[in-house]
């Protein structure tokens, strides 16, 4: 059930969005990118505009001014995603992990690809309250094809993902622990697999579709097996089975144009739908698909 915290955020959005000036909302979540930087080549990997993020131009800025840019945002939200290209990949990034509890958001989500995960686990906890690590399937040889960092890595990952779960365990505040895997026309079998792999962990799960732009790309639509695998993670959902699941398949309409905010302030009120999206320079732009990563 939502917590009286929860609820007023919910009041300020919708009160922003409805009463206070249409044309500004205060969002329920932010995210912040915090280095477009990385060295997997996930076939998939994409902005939304079809570019994969290490392609984008890289204007990372020191630990020390995203914590300043985390600050802004944080006056007008409470909920903090960090994710990049691969946030650990940022020179400060235990820095700024560390950062976001002092500035006092409530939930601070990290998603990551889980490689250099170990070495951070010290700022994580007590941090962060909800760690995400990408695995795509268990099978090591197409995962590794799909990483580009040759054989080895997801054994590599899911090691990480075994001792971030001991740390977990151990920790006075812990953090939930997410395997998130994107949903491709090449590994719908894969998904049941890392399914069971969470759940057998006591982690919980996520899918979401890949998007090509903005829309999963038509192989995947028309297939009765993605059909079949995301009917089979809503009834476990409905199940409870131990575990909580977030299909993330349902994409919320919005304008395919957002209108571009005007100034630094507008640009932290200004948008659609509840979410932020905050690049290293306090450039914003809007999630096209907003993934559920809580309950
Ligand atoms: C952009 S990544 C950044 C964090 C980290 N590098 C990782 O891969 O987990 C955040 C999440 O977006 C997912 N993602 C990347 N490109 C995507 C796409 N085209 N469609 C759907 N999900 C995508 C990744 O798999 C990951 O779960
Ligand atoms: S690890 Fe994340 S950022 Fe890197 S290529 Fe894969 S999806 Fe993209």
Redesign the pocket.
């Known amino acids: 059930m939502f917590s009286i915290a929860s609820k007023m955020d919910a009041y300020s959005f919708l009160y922003h969005k409805w009463l206070d000036d249409g044309t500004r909302w205060y969002p329920l979540i932010a995210a912040y990118y915090l280095t477009y930087s990385?060295d997997?080549c996930?076939p998939?990997?994409?902005n939304g505009a079809n570019v994969p993020?290490r392609h984008l131009p890289n204007t990372t800025v020191s630990g020390q001014t995203a914590l300043k840019i985390l600050k802004r945002i944080r006056r007008h939200a409470s909920h903090l995603i960090l994710?990049?290209?691969?946030?650990f990949m940022h020179p400060d990034a235990g820095l700024v992990i560390r950062g976001t509890s002092e500035l006092g958001f409530r939930t601070v989500v990290l998603?990551?690809?889980g490689e250099r995960l170990p070495e951070f686990l010290p700022d994580i906890v007590g941090n962060v309250t909800d760690l995400?690590?990408?695995v795509?399937t268990l099978n090591a040889i197409k995962a590794d094809a799909w990483y580009g960092k040759g054989q080895g890595t997801l054994d590599r990952v899911l090691e990480n993902v075994e001792h971030a779960n001991r740390v977990r365990a151990a920790a006075k505040r812990p953090f939930t622990l997410t395997l998130?895997t994107?949903v491709t026309p090449n590994n719908i079998d894969d998904v049941y697999h890392v399914y069971d792999y969470a759940r057998q962990r006591g982690c919980r799960f996520s899918a979401?579709?890949?998007?090509?732009g903005v829309a999963p790309p038509k192989q995947l639509r028309a297939s009765d097996s993605y059909r079949a695998c995301f009917d089979f993670l809503l009834a476990e959902k409905a199940r409870g089975g131990g575990n909580t699941v977030f299909p993330g398949h349902r994409t919320i309409r919005l304008p395919r144009r957002p209108q571009k905010p005007k100034s630094a302030q507008s640009r932290i009120k200004a948008g659609f739908g509840g979410f932020l999206e905050g690049g290293m320079v306090g450039d914003t732009g809007f999630e096209p698909v907003t993934p559920s990563l809580s309950s």
């Open positions: 990385c997997f996930c998939y990997c994409a993020y994710t990049g290209g691969e946030p998603t990551t690809n995400v690590v990408s795509d998130a994107v979401s579709p890949e998007q090509q």
